[in-house]
């Protein structure tokens, strides 16, 4: 079907440059602590203005949307998309902004859903790229740079090209605060370091970077690489910027050096929530969660701040399915629960770097899959989070990528933990895949699964609220502002599909 819809969705037709989606971070902690984050950074947001909503990453808004009228909500408008897509679009001044995975970028009235402007740059990434509105600019990117337009013209401000070697790709929506935008490349070979850079968002100068793979840890051989980041980072407000780090290459290994022998050690950095100073590019403190990856298990989801027993704290997940919970001011651990279907293979990559290889082999199921665990972003209200899971699995017959399960064979689930705890306190099981993220608004948590669906659980037991069939199947997450709600049919799974992002609104709609 061409390319993939998403980082990692490698079932659309992988290329090198997909593989180059699927990388992670590691590390250590330093002794320097920071003040917690600003109180003002956990709100819930006033318009959908920034790609999760606010600049904690809570993709929470309070909105005209809630479990008694959720089913009054109808189709006003829809708008065809040339290409497919699988980001968030936000809100400024009631115009819509988003970007599809051909790099185009679309301005869309609210209200009625005309197309104001579209920007035509036909440059296929693997995504989940998108837009961010801030500062009188809109930031996006292209497979080798970032720019700024005029939102109101679509017109090119600045553009700053930021890979520097082949197979070196930019795949994630910018983040910006201060002044300053944040963009980072992911490899797609071994032999690329990913880079995180800021850049001035009145001119596009490059301000600082920093590069994912330590030094002093570049694995020998030649094999060198990792990293990558496909969302942006959160901000606390108080000068402290966090991300989630993705995996190593190669992955699993290479026929020469198998299972992670040419990257001994645990690839520091790699599969990491990683703490900087956000006008300096310093770094804080890091702390891994997947040490020496071999099955592709990225730490991509963009982190998410709040608050829990009087604490600043950071909640990250990815691809491993497992949620974390991290201290915000020392970067300790301080709980993790797993989710979705685990078969006994999460020890695998710990095993290997130690030697032990007992537990490896060809022709296995492996439960999380390369695409499953948690693909797309999580959601909270402050004292939950609400976890899209993908029960997916992936079988390998060699050193190379693996074998997938059909995405529409796969299924899903919606979880909600305690932010305190880590403890479930409900999980929906879906039909299908969730690729759709998870969204937040009043008493509601919204999805989309890869089969079209657009599906509002209540936000305190899971039960299903309401649903809407999109056109075409989805892998973009849902966005509210007001009484709209937006979701993209952004994968064609029939020839009689049409890609499209459609426009709901509360009250009578033209259908």
């Known amino acids: 079907?061409?390319?993939?819809?998403?980082?990692?969705?490698?079932?659309?037709?992988?290329?090198?440059?997909?593989?180059?989606?699927?990388?992670?971070?590691?590390?250590?902690?330093?002794?320097?602590?920071?003040?917690?984050?600003?109180?003002?950074?956990?709100?819930?947001?006033?318009?959908?203005?920034?790609?999760?909503?606010?600049?904690?990453?809570?993709?929470?808004?309070?909105?005209?949307?809630?479990?008694?009228?959720?089913?009054?909500?109808?189709?006003?408008?829809?708008?065809?998309?040339?290409?497919?897509?699988?980001?968030?679009?936000?809100?400024?001044?009631?115009?819509?902004?988003?970007?599809?995975?051909?790099?185009?970028?679309?301005?869309?009235?609210?209200?009625?859903?005309?197309?104001?402007?579209?920007?035509?740059?036909?440059?296929?990434?693997?995504?989940?790229?998108?837009?961010?509105?801030?500062?009188?600019?809109?930031?996006?990117?292209?497979?080798?740079?970032?720019?700024?337009?005029?939102?109101?013209?679509g017109r090119a401000l600045w553009t700053t090209k930021l890979v520097r070697l082949a197979h070196e790709l930019v795949v994630m929506t910018p983040g910006y605060d201060d002044g300053i935008v944040y963009v980072s490349t992911v490899p797609g070979t071994p032999g690329v370091v990913s880079t995180l850079w800021a850049l001035d968002a009145r001119s596009g100068r490059r301000l600082w970077r920093w590069e994912q793979v330590s030094r002093a840890q570049r694995w020998h051989g030649g094999v060198v690489g990792g990293g990558g980041l496909w969302h942006p980072p959160a901000f606390d407000g108080r000068g402290g910027l966090y991300v989630d780090v993705a995996n190593p290459v190669p992955w699993p290994g290479t026929p020469e050096a198998p299972w992670g022998r040419s990257r001994p050690g645990p690839n520091r950095w790699n599969n990491s929530l990683v703490k900087l100073d956000a006008r300096t590019g310093r770094f804080i403190w890091a702390t891994q969660v997947g040490p020496h990856d071999l099955y592709d298990w990225d730490l991509e989801t963009p982190p998410i701040l709040a608050q829990a027993n009087g604490?600043?704290?950071?909640?990250?997940?990815?691809?491993?399915?497992?949620?974390?919970?991290?201290?915000?001011?020392?970067?300790?651990?301080?709980?993790?629960?797993?989710?979705?279907?685990?078969?006994?293979?999460?020890?695998?990559?710990?095993?290997?770097?130690?030697?032990?290889?007992?537990?490896?082999?060809?022709?296995?199921?492996?439960?999380?899959?390369?695409?499953?665990?948690?693909?797309?972003?999580?959601?909270?209200?402050?004292?939950?989070?609400?976890?899209?899971?993908?029960?997916?699995?992936?079988?390998?017959?060699?050193?190379?990528?693996?074998?997938?399960?059909?995405?529409?064979?796969?299924?899903?689930?919606?979880?909600?933990?305690?932010?305190?705890?880590?403890?479930?306190?409900?999980?929906?099981?879906?039909?299908?895949?969730?690729?759709?993220?998870?969204?937040?608004?009043?008493?509601?948590?919204?999805?989309?699964?890869y089969d079209g669906t657009v599906w509002a659980l209540d936000r305190a037991t899971g039960t299903v609220v309401w649903r809407a069939a999109l056109p075409a199947g989805s892998i973009s997450p849902v966005m509210v502002s007001g009484d709209r709600l937006l979701a993209a049919g952004s994968v064609t799974l029939t020839q009689e599909q049409q890609m499209r992002l459609v426009g709901f609104a509360l009250g009578a709609g033209r259908g």
């Open 1 to 153: 079907m061409g390319a993939s819809p998403g980082c990692g969705l490698r079932a659309f037709g992988v290329t090198a440059a997909v593989a180059a989606c699927m990388l992670l971070a590691g590390c250590g902690t330093s002794r320097e602590r920071a003040a917690p984050p600003a109180r003002s950074a956990q709100r819930a947001a006033a318009t959908w203005s920034l790609p999760n909503a606010d600049l904690a990453n809570t993709r929470r808004l309070d909105t005209a949307i809630d479990a008694a009228d959720v089913r009054r909500l109808h189709v006003v408008w829809s708008v065809p998309l040339t290409a497919m897509h699988a980001a968030t679009p936000v809100v400024s001044h009631g115009v819509a902004y988003t970007a599809d995975l051909s790099s185009n970028v679309y301005a869309i009235d609210l209200a009625s859903g005309r197309v104001r402007w579209r920007k035509a740059y036909e440059l296929t990434d693997t995504g989940p790229n998108g837009v961010n509105v801030a500062d009188g600019r809109l930031f996006g990117v292209t497979p080798e740079a970032a720019f700024a337009l005029d939102p109101a013209t």
């Open 311 to 449: 604490r600043a704290v950071v909640l990250s997940s990815g691809k491993m399915g497992v949620v974390y919970a991290f201290d915000a001011e020392s970067g300790r651990l301080l709980w993790r629960t797993p989710v979705g279907i685990h078969n006994g293979h999460d020890d695998d990559s710990v095993r290997a770097m130690h030697g032990d290889y007992s537990n490896l082999g060809y022709g296995r199921r492996i439960y999380p899959g390369d695409q499953g665990g948690v693909e797309t972003q999580m959601a909270s209200d402050g004292s939950t989070v609400y976890v899209p899971v993908n029960n997916l699995y992936a079988i390998y017959h060699g050193q190379t990528l693996p074998e997938m399960q059909d995405l529409l064979q796969g299924t899903g689930e919606l979880v909600a933990l305690d932010v305190a705890s880590g403890r479930v306190r409900w999980d929906r099981r879906l039909p299908r895949g969730e690729y759709g993220g998870a969204t937040v608004t009043n008493d509601l948590v919204l999805t989309t699964t």
